[in-house]
């Protein structure tokens, strides 16, 4: 199973094992990821789960959506290059390894 690293907004690092097939924000609500909070239990509608990836990770990635970028655009209090819900990302193996930054 892929390997997550979630950085918290404090700079702590904890990887977890993730099963194929959920997404990033279950894998960081399973695991009590502080900042993953998934309150509209990943529809799309609360940017609960906003996470920031480094630039060169994005194309191991879906592609993002309108709603995702809309979401992005008004329901975060600050967006970054990289951004993305995790609620949006399933995992695969492609994605292990991958690292995600937790905004504070």
Known sequence: MPTITFVEADGTERTVVAAEGTSLMQA??????????????????????????DLADLPRLPPISEGEEEMLEFG???????????????????LDGLKVRVPG
């Open 28 to 53: 960081g609500v399973a695991n009590d990821i502080s900042g993953i909070v998934g309150e509209c239990g990943g529809s799309r509608m609360c940017a609960t789960c906003h996470v920031v990836l």
């Open 76 to 94: 975060t209090s600050e967006r970054f290059e990289g951004s993305r819900l995790g609620c949006q990302i399933p995992v695969t193996d492609a």
